[in-house]
């Protein structure tokens, strides 16, 4: 059975991910307990696995706040990670892993399973596996520092929240691009992989800064 903190968990994360706490929200402990029927205290423990996770931020005296971007977090995190995925799938080619090909494989299966992702369920499937597709293939690079700098730059709230923005024909093309990356990796084509990477990741700035240029006050809106 999970404990206090891990249900305060789950359920918080559904809210951030389902737009009940909208970006830049102040999430005070004593109202979240209540809103909870809970103490503070698995409310405490919670928000520092979700600020870890990237989903808020703490503030000492201040208390949480949902996570934002803005278009210029947006294109500073999307321009590192087009260089160094870009470079990770390159490196990749050069030493295909059978391992790592599973998974990667096992990933795709997972999400096109959760086609054509049309509720929030079907969503976190695909962004969760989005994650390990990624990193399997940032560990069969075996490039340790650029690996440990993904790690930072990939957030998984960032992603889910950006899978959301996604039709259910962009989303077949991006699950369409892990499929030929996997082909180019397993070949040991190393430009084909980059020029893949590069592109779908820029598949996906584009549809980030599209949708928080919609919003009214510049920064990303669920």
Not at 85 to 110: I, K, Q
Not at 166 to 172: H, I, N, S, V, Y
């Amino acid at each position: 059975m999970a404990t206090a903190w891990e249900q305060a968990y789950v359920t918080l994360r559904r809210r951030l991910a389902d737009g009940t706490y909208p970006p830049g929200s102040h999430l005070p402990e004593e109202e979240l307990a209540a809103q909870l029927g809970v103490s503070r205290t698995p409310i405490r423990e919670a928000l520092r696995r979700l600020d870890a996770e990237g989903w808020l931020r703490v503030v000492p005296n201040q208390g949480a706040f949902a996570t934002e971007w803005s278009i210029a977090d947006i294109n500073e995190i999307f321009d590192l990670r087009a260089l160094l995925e870009t470079y990770a799938a390159e490196h990749a080619a050069s030493m295909p892993d059978r391992r790592g090909l599973d998974m990667m494989e096992e990933a795709c299966d997972r999400a096109e399973a959760a086609l054509p992702g049309d509720d929030l369920n079907a969503i976190e499937v695909i962004s969760d596996t989005n994650v390990n597709f990624h990193r399997a293939l940032w560990e069969m690079s075996g490039r340790a520092r650029c690996r440990t700098t993904l790690h930072s730059l990939a957030v998984p709230p960032m992603m889910l929240r950006n899978f959301r923005n996604f039709d259910a024909a962009g989303l077949r093309r991006s699950l369409d691009q892990h499929r030929e990356m996997i082909k180019a990796i397993a070949s040991g084509n190393a430009a084909w992989a980059g020029a893949v990477m590069r592109a779908h990741v820029e598949a996906g700035r584009a549809v980030f800064v599209a949708a928080v240029s919609r919003s009214r006050d510049g920064k990303w809106a669920m």
